[in-house]
């Protein structure tokens, strides 16, 4: 049966229970005016949906009544035994009514011209309507006298149940399924009478139990509850659960006690009873669907579109408070698919779709979360648009945009103030957008994705988890006090230590910790420092000296900004109730609330993005915490990690972190002097030191931070004046330099900054690295040689730019075949191209062949690079047409290569 | 009538001073529960406890007072009260007893005491041997704005 009219069922059963018993209380007290504006007002509510149901029989007899009830009400007309009747019997029939409305979903066929004819003789006075025989109960009776009676008649019309049920002994089964069934809250605080009085409500749904006394009588499988009532029972259950820990705990110790196979039964029904509540707060999605039919019809009308809503796994339940909090992202979200998504419908059939465009609602589990998807079947986003719109409300720079994907362009929607609706319509576009749906979903702990396809539609998906009330979390110890993590942001647990015995070593960038984990550099914030606990964490390391030892990294991931919490411990996982923490701590945003361990003590609930956005000051030091975002989608491919430092001068500038391998701070006073150059004792190697210009000032004492490079058994070191941030940004050099050390200048973080030439500083350093004769480039007197460097990954065109740069190429790239190809077609011509083997699109193989068939490149040598250097590719490579083939990460001989096919080519010319 | 004036109070020990609360705002009284401390809370916030499942905040009344510490605090005792539907555990020296006074004796707080006692002090009774100060608790917990000023 249809949720809406089974809802509709069950309160309005309720409903009329009410308004019977309260016309017997009238009929005893007339001058009762609560009685009357509340029985007028429930029949109205009957009325009212019955018109919204399509319920016509249903409404006129309703709507009879309520003209009777208006008469009384307005005193028009006198409460009388006849009038009462009448009323009563127009409930009846009601009741009649829709008991076939249960068993065959429709109303019955009849007529009941009869009965209204005569509500109306009695509320319009046609017959001899109002008899004043009945003469009003007398004024003397007191207040305290009357509500007796009103309880008693109410009690008598509640028609008493054969078995007195009362609250305390509804089974949990009936508790649950009532659940299931139940409404929303919105529902419950419609009808405030019913769920004031628990007692009143359960008694009232009792009733028409009686009535029909059939079975599956829909009305009576659900009953209300308040829920602040069901939240006391949580908390009840909980101090069980708590106090049957106590009892396992005890009798843990001892073997073979008589205690034992009660307490396991205890144990048992405690958790079922535990697990059973929990149900209690689950409801299904649908709910918060119910109201989308009517949205998309409206819509579909106001914007002359067609359209088909899909809905899919409707029954998948999830947290009521969950529910309500994605309720209104989720209607936001279908009108936008409505208004912005499905095209009208002759744009739609000129495109080849059908002409009712579809959107889709999807609902399921996965894990511990629940998945919902909305997907049009639209036009999709315009990446264009949404790029202009993106430039015009200066989001970003033209340049930025010319690097990102179409999926990082399409994610801009999501922004704060971004609507791609280029009129406001009523239905959207006044620029609360995605973003406010974003934010929503990401208050519950969700995300929210979205993938594209212009011109085929799009799809959003949701996840969020499936309860707030019940997380399972990461209990840590800091400085002796215990606290817990929502595990739905831990992303991963990580050993570590201060000293570089083990694999995962801490490091610091200026007193910032830092950690190597796998390809990333992962900021670190110690979880004493965030919350000032560091006091207590110096005497405990005082004392055991094991402070540095060893320390646990739990990462942390929130949005797409991932972290590691340093903390002293990691216990075991736990699930907990959430319980919000005291209104006077409110402002603690670190805290998203605290709750009672098993044990019974007090643990505070560590709040993710309250660390982050602590940490983001701790850790980046000048307020840019949103933008240190590691990235994980993009994984790199666009942007590269940054190492922005200071050296000489205020200006940043910024080196990618892959050609960095360490960071260290030396002691001024360990450096020495070899040959004119500064070194110092490294590793048990002598490194030299350089410095980008001579403005750096060494410190007179103490510790200078340094950078170091190194390759292959070769290190040296850049002085620097101070290590900044590690910042994810996409490298454009906007204006080369022709001043030595440096590549030119990007944005890095808005900011102007200078791109150190790694290559020059080795130079300097080595200056015999590229000094050979063997590999100096060829006709070196003036004129550059131009290279063409392909290759589809961005760190290892970073990487070789600089150094075939430094070795006096100029140097063009390009991100595969294609593109390479596309070079020559606007006529570029180079001396030489490198070439990677493994690339997208078109390979190194396929690229060569194509360099060999055409003209224009025909006697341009290819240089193969590949990280693949067996003699089967080397001899495929030259088939091919490939002049020389070099191991990719083989620098000396690349250049030395380079350097002899240049010569090669150049003779034969 | 005169019973329509008493009042009768929960007396209450901090640093030797007499204080009174209104019995009827006292749910509990404790002694020596385990307490978690809140880092990042005000300094009168001590931490919170499990009381029966439910999660009290504890304050710190000596601090709220501008008083010192107690020396050892395993000798405390704790009051609990509620406002606005949440319980607090008012951490105090000792519990005394039951005593019923007459509104009317109760004279106003006198204007030369310390700021935050008069913050707190709904006015002082004048016992035979000692002064009693009536606490308000509503006062008493609303210390964010004062201990802005104090940091």
Not at chain 1, 103 to 122: K, M, Y
Not at chain 1, 131 to 143: H, L, M, R, T
Not at chain 1, 343 to 358: N, Q, S, V, Y
Not at chain 1, 495 to 500: G, L, P, V
Request: glycine letters at 8%.
């Amino acid at each position: 049966m249809d949720d809406l009219l089974s809802e509709f069922l069950t309160e309005t059963n309720e409903n009329i229970g009410i308004v019977d018993a309260s016309l017997v209380v009238l009929e005893q007290d007339p001058s009762d005016e609560s009685q009357i504006d509340n029985i007028f007002r429930l029949v109205h509510t009957i009325k009212g949906t019955c018109g919204f149901l399509g319920l016509p029989r249903l409404e006129a007899v309703a709507h009879a009544g309520e003209n009777v009830l208006g008469k009384i009400r307005d005193k028009e007309l006198t409460v009388t035994a006849d009038v009462v009747t009448i009323i009563l019997e127009a409930m009846d029939v009601i009741k009649d009514i829709l008991a076939t409305i249960e068993e065959t979903e429709g109303e019955p066929a009849g007529n009941d011209a009869d009965l209204i004819a005569r509500l109306n003789d009695v509320a319009f006075g046609t017959a001899d309507a109002a008899p004043s025989k009945v003469e009003p109960i007398s004024e003397n009776i007191d207040a305290g006298s009357a509500t007796e009676d009103e309880l008693e008649a109410a009690f008598l019309a509640a028609e008493g149940p054969d078995e007195e049920v009362r609250p305390g002994e509804v089974s949990l089964e009936e508790l649950e399924a009532a659940f299931l069934a139940a409404e929303g809250p919105d529902d419950v605080s419609a009808a405030p009478v019913v769920t004031n009085e628990e007692a009143t409500a359960v008694e009232e749904t009792k009733s028409p139990t009686e009535r029909t006394a059939k079975e599956s009588s829909i009305s009576n499988q659900s009953i209300r509850v308040n829920v602040q009532m069901l939240e006391n029972l949580m908390t009840m259950v909980s101090e069980l659960v708590l106090t049957r820990n106590q009892l396992l705990q005890m009798v843990r110790g001892m073997d073979d006690n008589e205690f034992t196979v009660p307490l396991q039964r205890l144990s048992h029904v405690t958790t079922e009873l535990q697990e059973g509540l929990m149900k209690t707060r689950m409801q299904p999605i649908g709910n918060a669907w119910s109201k989308l039919p009517r949205i998309v019809r409206d819509l579909s009308h106001e914007l002359g579109k067609k359209i088909d809503l899909v809905m899919h796994g409707a029954e998948t339940e999830l947290d009521r408070q969950v529910l309500e909090m994605i309720k209104d992202p989720l209607t936001h979200m279908v009108r936008n698919s409505a208004d912005h998504g499905l095209e009208i419908p002759t744009d739609r059939t000129a495109t080849g779709k059908l002409e009712t465009g579809k959107i889709v609602l999807d609902a399921y589990h996965e894990g511990g979360h629940i998945i919902i998807k909305i997907t049009d079947d639209g036009r999709g986003l315009n990446s264009e648009k949404i790029k202009k719109k993106v430039l015009e409300s200066g989001l970003a720079s033209e340049a930025e945009l010319e690097g990102m994907s179409t999926q990082q362009i399409q994610n801009f929607i999501m922004r704060p103030g971004f609507s791609t609706a280029e009129k406001i319509t009523n239905v959207s576009g006044r620029g609360v957008g995605m973003d406010v749906v974003r934010s929503n979903i990401e208050k519950i702990g969700g995300t929210i994705a979205l993938t594209s396809e212009e011109g085929k539609g799009s799809t959003f998906t949701i996840k969020i988890p499936l309860t707030l009330a019940i997380v399972s979390a990461l209990i840590v110890e800091c400085c002796g006090e215990r606290f817990a993590v929502p595990q739905t942001s831990v992303v991963e647990l990580v050993r570590a230590s201060a000293d570089s015995s083990s694999d995962n070593t801490i490091e610091m960038i200026n007193d910032s910790p830092v950690l190597r984990l796998r390809d990333h550099l992962l900021p670190l914030v110690h979880l004493n420092d965030i919350l000032r606990l560091e006091t207590a964490a110096d005497e405990v390391a005082d004392q055991s000296e094991v402070k540095g030892a060893e320390e646990f990294i739990v990462v942390i991931q929130v949005g797409s900004f991932v972290f590691g919490i340093i903390v002293d411990r990691v216990f075991d996982t736990e699930e907990i109730v959430v319980k919000p923490i005291a209104p006077i701590l409110k402002n603690l945003s670190i805290f998203s609330g605290n709750t009672i361990l098993g044990d019974g003590s007090v643990i505070m609930i560590l709040d993710p993005n309250g660390i982050a956005a602590m940490s983001g000051d701790a850790v980046v030091g000048s307020g840019h915490t949103e933008k240190v975002e590691t990235n994980q989608g993009a994984k790199g491919d666009e942007k590269i990690a940054l190492l922005v430092f200071r050296a000489g001068g205020q200006d940043p500038k910024a080196v990618p972190l892959s050609l960095v391998a360490r960071l260290e701070e030396i002691e001024v006073a360990a450096i020495e002097k070899a040959n004119g150059k500064m070194v110092v004792q490294y590793r048990g190697q002598l490194m030299p030191l350089t410095m980008i210009d001579d403005d750096v000032k060494i410190v007179e004492s103490g510790r200078q931070p340094v950078l170091v490079f190194s390759d292959q058994d070769r290190t040296m070191g850049l002085i620097v004046d101070e290590i900044v941030d590690i910042v994810e940004d996409h490298l454009n050099i906007e204006m080369t330099s022709d001043k030595d050390g440096y590549i030119g200048s990007a944005v890095v973080r808005d900011k102007a900054t200078d791109i150190v030439d790694v290559g020059f500083c080795l130079q300097k350093c080595f200056g015999k690295w590229f000094g050979d004769t063997d590999t100096r480039p060829f006709g070196a007197d003036g004129q550059k040689q131009k290279i063409l460097l392909v290759d589809d990954s961005p760190f290892f065109r970073n990487m070789l730019v600089p150094l075939l740069k430094t070795a006096g190429y100029e140097v063009s790239t390009a991100e595969n075949g294609v593109d390479a190809l596309k070079m020559r077609d606007h006529g570029k011509s180079f001396d030489i191209i490198i070439s990677d083997i493994e690339m997208p699109e078109m390979d190194g193989f396929q690229f060569a062949e194509e360099v060999m068939g055409d003209e224009r490149w025909k006697d341009t040598p290819i240089v193969a690079l590949s990280s693949h250097t067996t003699q089967r590719d080397f001899d495929r490579g030259r088939d091919v047409g490939f002049s020389d083939y070099v191991a990719k990460f083989d620098r000396d001989s690349l250049m030395s290569v380079l350097s002899q096919t240049l010569r090669i080519s150049g003779s034969a010319k | 009538m005169s019973d329509n004036n008493l009042q009768e109070y929960v007396t209450i020990l901090i640093a030797d001073q007499l204080f009174g609360i209104p019995v009827l705002e006292v749910h509990d009284v404790l002694r020596g529960l385990s307490l978690t401390k809140i880092p990042l809370a005000p300094a009168e916030v001590a931490g919170a406890l499990n009381l029966r499942g439910r999660i009290v905040t504890a304050i710190n009344v000596r601090k709220r007072l501008g008083l010192p510490e107690l020396e050892s605090e395993e000798k405390g005792m704790s009051i609990v009260v509620e406002h606005h539907g949440e319980p607090y555990s008012l951490m105090i020296d000792n519990v005394g007893e039951v005593l019923g006074l007459n509104l009317d004796d109760l004279q106003p707080t006198p204007v030369t005491l310390n700021t935050c006692w008069k913050e707190v002090s709904g006015g002082v009774y004048r016992l035979e041997d000692k002064l009693l100060v009536v606490l308000q608790i509503e006062r008493l917990l609303d210390f964010a704005g004062s201990s802005n000023i104090a940091a």
